[in-house]
């Protein structure tokens, strides 16, 4: 018998990428929970290939999950949901500028809004929940360090602190009312279908127009770059094929992190020019004069999911190559 599966954010661009993963590999029927902000869109749904053979199995429902659901009258949220087996909650305010802006917003949708969605999949007594969260609720990558499951949390930013509380109530849901919750942790994702105010689309944006890439360094009293900042890069369809993997193999009560390959920003911009065909300038400025709340590096340890059996399907390389190439052709995406 076919599963059904909910996910939050699915007009979002991992959420979208998660959505094409599952209905490609399984025969599950999948329901969306969206409210549609300015970072959810609902073509990136229907520009997914073969969508109109795999629509049939596809639900949406139009949800500000800020505000509770019925979970009292549970007939109704069945008749809304069916009876799902599975509840992955990836919708939140996830852009650190705008959590400097408005802090209360992020308090609102990712730890109200993560509450709420607890709430509804206890109601549902679904299986599983993934909750998926961020590298950023762990503070920076020091000296090379890669950041284990289980490492204290500093987060840096209202962004990261809303995560890190929503990672805290999953756990106190496991906890306290034994609810299937795991939690996963991952960085930088990319891939075609990305909001273009992030780096990849941004950068690719920038080249196209041919204006300078802007890096952010860290420079010393006579201006000379002392640092680069550097980053995990994941391509979405990993990270969707690593929340599939753990849906099946993935423990209730566990932490594990989603990650890529780790490279410089400044290398970042010089592969997407690579692949675009043109040569970048780069225009190094002082990270900590431009970027509040931000971090110089972040990292990820992915041993313990690797450990558990579960590879990227895609290398870094190939990727990014295949996203550029793609976004070239469909340049209404960085618009």
């Not at 391509?235 to 969707?240: D, I, P, T, Y």
Request: proline share 4%.
């Amino acid at each position: 018998m076919s599963k059904h599966l909910i996910i939050t954010g699915g007009a979002g661009f991992i959420g979208h990428h998660t959505i094409e993963h599952i209905l490609k590999n399984t025969d599950w029927c999948v329901t969306t929970i969206d409210r549609l902000t300015y970072a959810g869109d609902l073509n990136r749904l229907t520009d997914i290939e073969d969508f109109e053979r795999h629509s049939r199995r596809l639900k949406f429902v139009y949800h500000d999950f800020r505000a509770s659901l019925p979970i009292m009258r549970l007939e109704r949220s069945i008749r809304a949901f069916g009876k799902p087996a599975y509840f992955i909650h990836m919708g939140a305010e996830s852009h650190v500028d705008r959590s400097i802006e408005d802090p209360l917003l992020f308090a609102e949708s990712n730890v109200i809004g993560t509450v709420n969605m607890l709430n509804l999949g206890r109601a549902l007594g679904v299986e599983k929940f993934i909750y998926v969260s961020t590298d950023e609720v762990y503070g920076p990558s020091v000296n090379g360090h890669l950041h284990a499951e289980g490492e204290p949390h500093k987060p840096g930013n209202p962004y990261s602190a809303s995560k890190s509380a929503g990672e805290a109530f999953c756990h106190a849901y496991y906890n306290t009312y034994g609810f299937p919750v795991l939690v996963t942790n991952t960085m930088n994702n990319f891939g075609e279908r990305q909001d273009p105010e992030k780096f990849v689309p941004k950068t690719l944006k920038a080249l196209i127009k041919r204006e300078p890439v802007t890096i952010h360094v860290k420079k010393d009293e006579n201006g000379v770059v002392t640092d680069v900042s550097s980053r995990c890069w994941l391509h979405a369809r990993n990270h969707a094929d690593a929340l599939l993997f753990l849906l099946e193999k993935g423990e209730a009560g566990e932490h594990y992190n989603v990650t890529g390959e780790r490279l410089s920003v400044a290398d970042m911009a010089s592969l997407i020019g690579a692949y675009a065909g043109i040569q970048p300038e780069l225009l190094f400025e002082d990270f900590h004069s431009f970027r509040r709340g931000h971090d110089m590096h972040y990292g990820l340890d992915g041993s313990k999911l690797s450990a558990l059996g579960w590879k990227p399907k895609f290398s870094l390389e190939k990727s990014l190559r295949r996203t550029i190439e793609w976004t070239l052709e469909h340049k209404e995406w960085l618009l």
